[in-house]
């Protein structure tokens, strides 16, 4: 019998299951797959009823024991749950690793908008530093993406301050991330703030996405899109769905929609009952955040740590034009892996010591 291939979460819904299972197995959540089968974990029954209970509790759902004998996993009590509400889903700050006494870290994630891909580098952070994901608005619920960078950048802030009303703060983000993370700063630093760390992962400065982006042909070329998406798959969930460019094309659009979902969620690259509009809604947060015609007002005017990926096919460059953006000298940190694998296994290890070197050298507390 094949092992069961590992799959972290994909949402909130299973971001909070795993963590009642964590609990009541007495072991790391890190470690639970979304696929995994409760018993095969060292569960048995008067644990499954702990479990059952917890979790009733915490989402107000009732759940039988039966429904559970029959698929014993995270990812059919997650099904459970948002088949009563898929509002969770909807919360702007997702608490990846709440715990711990340090200053909370805030990471802004790339163009498919989920928090979730950063998991792994929670986790690597350590136990004792907190990390939050601000989720982007559009990927869930009925709110279209803001259209504007500052308008996106002041979102965050706001939920941003409902873990933590005042600085310093310690901020970082992935691809156009990044992008937000600056405006963000940029923003708080009007306001009298501190930004003790901005920290942008494998990303282009806002003068090069205005350069380059006319040039690119995934957002036209949905085909493409498609790949590049099905692409991350392979980093984010050690995965090939089989997604070919000849078949997609020989599809019409709303065909090629559904091809792709069905293949994503075949392969665990998404919950069973991922509605199709998923990869309509990231489509539009890709447009809304590249098409933005995003200007800073102004220098930041603390330091920018780059941690540019060392076999980087996103940055043409060495620094991507963010040292003209800081008033202070651009720290160049160059990390394993690739645009899409420095933040997955085992690569992303490496980016966590080098946030939390630049955290201690912040000398925040």
Request: with cysteine; proline share 7%.
């Amino acid at each position: 019998m094949m092992p069961q291939r590992f799959i972290p979460p994909r949402d909130a819904y299973e971001l909070r299951v795993s963590r009642i299972w964590a609990d009541t197995l007495r072991r790391d959540a890190s470690g639970i797959g979304m696929q995994d089968d409760f018993f095969g974990l060292g569960g048995d029954p008067a644990s499954a009823e702990v479990l059952l209970a917890a979790t009733a509790a915490r989402f107000d759902v009732p759940l039988s024991m039966e429904a559970f004998l029959k698929e014993p996993t995270i990812e059919r009590i997650a099904c459970q749950l948002r088949a009563r509400s898929r509002r969770l889903n909807e919360d702007p700050v997702v608490p990846l690793q709440p715990h711990g006494s340090k200053r909370p870290f805030f990471f802004l994630p790339g163009g498919e908008g989920t928090t979730l891909n950063s998991h792994a580098l929670a986790r690597w952070m350590g136990p004792e530093q907190p990390l939050y994901g601000l989720q982007t608005r559009g990927l869930y619920g009925d709110r279209k993406p803001f259209e504007r960078v500052e308008e996106m950048a002041a979102d965050h802030i706001q939920s941003m301050r409902a873990v933590q009303p005042r600085g310093p703060y310690l901020l970082g983000g992935h691809c156009s991330g990044g992008m937000v993370a600056l405006e963000m700063a940029l923003q708080l630093q009007r306001q009298g703030e501190r930004v003790a760390v901005l920290a942008v992962c494998d990303a282009w400065s806002p003068a090069n996405i205005r350069l380059r982006l006319p040039n690119e042909t995934f957002l036209v070329d949905l085909v493409e899109f498609y790949s590049i998406v099905g692409a991350g798959f392979r980093y984010w969930f050690e995965v090939d769905i089989g997604l070919k460019s000849d078949e997609m094309h020989a599809l019409d659009a709303r065909q090629r929609i559904k091809h792709f979902m069905d293949l994503a969620r075949k392969h665990g690259a998404y919950p069973p009952d991922e509605p199709d509009e998923r990869i309509e809604r990231i489509l539009a947060l890709y447009r809304a955040a590249s098409y933005s015609g995003y200007e800073p007002a102004e220098r930041f005017q603390g330091p920018i740590t780059f941690l540019r990926a060392i076999d980087s096919k996103f940055c043409e460059t060495l620094t991507e034009g963010w040292e003209d953006v800081s008033t202070q000298p651009l720290r160049l940190r160059m990390v394993p892996g690739n645009h899409v694998s420095l933040l997955t296994e085992p690569h992303v290890q490496a980016l966590a010591n080098e946030l939390r070197a630049a955290i201690a050298e912040a000398q925040v507390s």
